[in-house]
């Protein structure tokens, strides 16, 4: 099983901000194959990105994906009050598909 | 555009199952494109399985099946424990193929396991 590590396990920052989350893999993932998740309180996760570095629809472009083998960033670019929020990495080129233990971007 | 629609919250004794169902709207529904990912009280996300494939934690306890007729996909979980109490979520993979990114969501269903 394919173990994703998140870092940090939370964010303070402030709008405007620059947010740099983390995603480390136990073995090499191809990066065809990671996603991003972002989920609200009472919310489903929504898809952000996909194939480590696509913009899923609708996903404005100040989040951007980047990495490789087994480290993954996900950056925001100028943090928008929306979003404040809990991210996940997932894998799913190997079983069984694996997400990160997330990290909550929140408002300092 | 497709949107998955959940059925209702559960409360079962520990010891039953549950089933639940996400009915697939707009777009086309392939029985292959349903997965289902749970998560605990504050807790992470934990993929489950789809109709091709499951998580093997869950194998021995978890069914998943679909009706295309109807546009229905089930998730059956058995032997519950409180360990089960969790939002369980269906989620349309992309394109029908099981090692793909998951991009619609269904809300979710609580399930509350309580003696």
């Known amino acids: 099983e394919i173990v994703l590590t998140q870092s940090p396990g939370t964010l303070s920052l402030s709008p405007g901000d620059r947010a740099t989350l983390s995603c480390g893999a136990s073995h090499s993932v191809s990066s065809s194959f990671i996603a991003w998740y972002q989920q609200k309180p009472g919310q489903a996760p929504r898809l952000l990105m996909y194939?480590?570095?696509n913009r899923a629809t609708g996903i404005p472009d100040r989040f951007r994906g980047s990495g490789s083998e087994t480290e993954f960033t996900l950056t925001i670019t100028r943090l928008e009050p929306e979003d404040f929020a809990v991210y996940y990495c997932q894998q799913y080129g190997y079983s069984p598909l694996t997400f990160g233990g997330g990290t909550k971007v929140e408002i300092k | 555009q497709v949107q998955l629609v959940q059925s209702g919250a559960e409360v079962k004794k520990p010891g039953s199952s549950v089933k639940v169902s996400c009915e697939a709207s707009?777009?086309?529904?392939?029985?292959?494109?349903i997965t289902w990912v749970r998560q605990a009280p504050g807790q992470g996300l934990e993929w489950m399985g789809g109709t091709t494939k499951n998580a093997e934690k869950f194998q021995d306890r978890v069914t998943i099946t679909a009706d295309e007729s109807t546009r229905t996909a089930y998730m059956e979980l058995s032997s519950l424990t409180s360990e089960d109490t969790a939002v369980y979520y269906c989620?349309?993979?992309?394109?029908?193929?099981?090692?793909?990114?998951?991009?619609?969501w269904g809300k979710g269903t609580t399930v509350i396991v309580s003696s």
């Open positions: 707009g777009g086309i529904f392939s029985t292959s494109a």
């Open positions: 194939g480590t570095t």
């Open positions: 989620a349309r993979v992309y394109g029908g193929d099981f090692f793909n990114y998951m991009d619609v």
